[in-house]
C-alpha cells in the first residue's frame, strides 16, 4: 500500500486485521519509498495506491510498475479522494485494474477491505 494519510493507513490496517488476519500488509508513505519497497519484497498479491501523494505520486508509480514485466499480473487498485475523470480514466487506460473513491466510513472500508481480500473487486467509479 501507497498511501501517505497515517489515518487512512491505520484504518485500512484495523479493517485488514478484522477482515483477512492472515495476510500481511506493507506500507509505503509515499510513491518514491513504494517503488523502492517493491525492490525488496516478494511480489505482491495486489498494490494499493493513492493518486496523491509527495515524491512520487500514483500516477507515476502505476506507470513506472505497469513497465516492469514482473508485475504484469499483479492487480493494482487505485484508492483516491479524486473522483475526476481524467484521472480515472489515466489510471485505467494505463493498467490499473480498480478505482474507487477513497470510503468514507469505517464500514465502507471494511467492505472493500473484504472484496480485497476475497479477490471480488468491482470498480466503483463516480
Known sequence: ??????????????ALNEECPD??????EDGAKLIKLLGYISTP????L??????KDGKECLVEIRGKKEYDEVPIVILSTSS?????EFCLSNG????FIK????????SLVK???DGDLQSNIA
Open 84 to 88: 475526476n475523470k481524467k484521472d480515472i
Open 50 to 55: 493513492d493518486l496523491n501523494m509527495p515524491c
Open 103 to 110: 470510503p468514507n466510513s469505517y464500514r465502507e472500508v471494511s
Open 23 to 28: 495476510l500481511e500488509l506493507s506500507v509505503a
Open 45 to 48: 498479491d495486489v498494490i494499493l
Open 115 to 117: 472484496n480485497i481480500c
Open 96 to 99: 490499473a485494474n480498480h478505482y
Open 1 to 14: 500500500m501507497a498511501e501517505d494519510d497515517n489515518d487512512d493507513i491505520e484504518l485500512f490496517k484495523t
